[in-house]
């Protein structure tokens, strides 16, 4: 039966009386109410969305209704509408069930029964088609576009690159709605090509282009096409099967330097924090709030409580006058406690002198294990550093001899296009490989003083380390912010030279 002989046949309503079996599972031989009466509910078959959340209000009545009458012959009564949700929202969860777990029979029934529409997302926005796709059963996707699934139509991948996860996430989600608006396909929106393409799925990108004629031509929300996604993800086999197609440049750039912009202000902000914190809060609260609180107001209290009790000064002086010889008295006594106390000091400074010099012994015991820590650090740094030194060394020389032969050559054996990879993998090696081993080197500095002067100094080296290493984090604080922000200010630039180059040339890897 064909998909839409399957549209025109009667709906299937849920009842209680219903024997079909599939329907006592969709059901999940539940025990609710509607189970135990005599009621039927509408569920607005064939399902082609997934059901939007019920308002707050409706959910809260059809909760509170299980304590109180239902009103079983209004279908839109809160607890009805709730029932209908529900089941909807099974029914389509079985559906996608049943193509994960490639079961063709199941889905061919739910379609053809007029159950579920064959491109009915689920709760994230992806179709059945690219729920297949990325099962990648071709067998799925046949009786799916058999069935009437659209072969074009844009949906939310659960499995997305790289490439996306990096560029494209809260600044462009939040302009879904307009371009909704706009009917424009949403920025993380994609066909069932494109997600073969992707992920490298040759025979399936074969089936669909060639065998249901899908359009290669389509570009997501966020510039992609079929074409470039399998570019970059290295996939040649499909890009050689693909035709050439050029367009969505300025929206992948865009893309790109949206998060690009995303990055120069959450460092911007950093150091606008900084300074504000360090060049003004700091001083003020020194200079300024702490002397007011501590000093002026307190004082000028004290100056109208002074003059406000003046009349009461004579009397003050004159009790601090015949309080005096008693104080006199007990300065004496103490005095004398002093005296008394200092013939108990060397016994006391030979006792400190003891535990300083167990305490040092103690440290000089484990400094061999400090430096054991320390000396594997400068081994493995040495190694790591060493190996792409060495890489690094290889690299230019083998991007030099690549060079050198070409040009004797005449290009004849190796092409231009070898040379730059060459001299591109020699850069990537000088400017990223042994940056990254120093940088990793300097991480495990880190670790190996936390644990040597934890070894040496207990809790208080380790509180020490901390200490040095807030001051160092304070002293990177800027240069870090300043470096992220000329990173992003290079990444969108390399990014729009690149898109120069693939509008040049659409198949370029």
């Given amino acids: 039966m064909s998909w839409s002989e399957g549209a025109d046949a009667p709906v ?27 009621i039927d509910i509408d569920l ?125 996430s809260s600044s462009l989600s939040s302009k879904r709605k307009k371009e909704n608006v706009d009917h424009k396909p949403p920025a993380d929106a994609r066909t069932p090509l494109m997600v073969a393409s992707a992920a490298g799925n040759l025979a399936l990108a074969k089936l669909l282009l060639k065998d249901f004629h899908a359009n290669d031509a389509l570009i997501a929300g966020d510039g992609q096409l079929a074409l470039r996604l399998a570019a970059d993800n290295g996939h040649r086999e499909i ?50 709030s702490l002397p007011k609180h501590l000093v002026v107001l307190p004082s000028v209290k004290l100056a109208k409580w002074s003059w406000k009790n003046k009349h009461q000064f004579g009397s003050w002086c004159n009790k601090q006058v015949k309080e005096m010889p008693e104080r006199a008295k ?32 103690w440290m000089i015991k484990r400094i061999p294990g400090a430096m054991k820590v320390m000396c594997l650090w400068i081994w493995e740094s040495l190694h790591e550093v060493g190996m792409a030194t060495g890489f690094m060394f290889l690299k230019v020389v083998s991007a030099m001899h690549t060079a050198v032969v070409a040009v004797l050559s005449f290009f004849r054996n190796i092409t231009l296009k070898d040379v730059r990879n060459g001299i591109s993998v020699a850069l990537e090696a000088v400017f990223v490989g042994l940056p990254r081993a120093v940088i990793s080197g300097m991480r495990a500095f880190g670790k190996a003083s936390y644990q040597a002067l934890g070894y040496m100094l207990g809790f208080l080296g380790k509180v020490l380390w901390w200490i040095m290493r807030a001051l160092f984090e304070l002293a990177v604080f800027l240069p870090q912010r300043l470096w992220k922000i000329l990173a992003a200010i290079g990444s969108s630039g390399a990014k729009g030279y690149h898109e120069i180059l693939v509008w040049l040339n659409p198949k370029r890897c």
């Fill in 12 to 38: 299937p309503s849920y009842t209680r009386t219903d024997k079909d079996g599939f329907m006592d599972f969709i059901n999940g031989n539940s025990t609710r109410v509607t189970s135990d009466l005599d």
């Fill in 44 to 168: 607005y078959l064939p399902l082609s969305q997934y059901p939007p959340p019920l308002p707050l209000n409706v959910d809260h009545a059809a909760s509170s209704s299980k304590s109180s009458p239902v009103n079983l012959d209004d279908p839109n009564s809160p607890y009805i509408q709730k029932e209908r949700r529900s089941l909807q929202c099974r029914l389509i969860r079985t559906f996608f069930d049943a193509i994960s777990s490639k079961q063709t029979d199941l889905v061919t029934k739910l379609i053809t029964g007029g159950f579920v529409s064959p491109d009915v997302p689920n709760e994230h926005g992806l179709t059945p088609l690219l729920a297949a796709v990325e099962a990648g059963d071709g067998t799925m996707v046949c009786a799916l576009l058999n069935l009437g699934a659209d072969v074009n139509a844009f949906g939310t991948p659960s499995q997305r690159s790289s490439t996306y996860h990096r560029y494209s």
């Fill in 239 to 288: 890009v050689d099967l693909l035709p050439p197609r050029s367009g969505g440049e300025f929206r992948r750039w865009r893309t790109h330097h949206a998060a690009a912009i995303r990055r120069i202000k959450r460092a911007v902000q950093g150091i606008v924090a900084f300074h504000f914190i360090f060049l003004w809060y700091i001083p003020k609260t020194i200079l300024w």
């Fill in 330 to 361: 007990r300065a004496v006594q103490a005095a004398g406690r002093v005296v008394k106390a200092l013939k108990h000091v060397p016994r006391g400074v030979a006792r400190f002198a003891k535990a300083l010099a167990k305490r040092t012994w």
